[in-house]
């Protein structure tokens, strides 16, 4: 069971728009993914990412949507189980569920300082990067190297 800490971090976009309406000199950051089967790139991912701001955002990828991204199978662990292990982590500050195949939605409401993605992107390559420079955003590639994958532990598995 958690403890009031991480369950405190698990939230909606709505409650997190309105929270951060207004929010000053903070730099918000928001990140996305599936996180199944976590492992030490996407802490290094997340980690990497809290540096680039001062609240992280992570927004985790639904059971639905990562079938669509990911195929059947997929996850292995169910979305509200990997909202609270993300949350758990010390560098993440806020956390919740999306049922969309994309972040523009997300990007758009929120309007986050930072929009960070892996390092199996460019700058150039990131999906949502016409929607962050229209507010007045930036894109940071963040993490080490993609040598980890859920995918690739998965296969290692046998599944």
Known sequence: MSDAGTLDKLTTLEALAERYQERGDLAVVLTNGVFDLFHVGHLRYLEAAAEEG???????????????????????????ERAEIIAALACVDHVFVFDDLNVERILATLKPDVHAKGTDYTPETVPERAVVQGYGGRVAICGDPKDHSSSDIIRRLGR
């Open 54 to 80: 001062d609240i992280l955002v992570v927004a985790v990828n639904s059971d639905r949507s990562t079938r669509a991204y990911k195929g059947e199978g997929r996850p292995v662990i169910p979305e509200a």
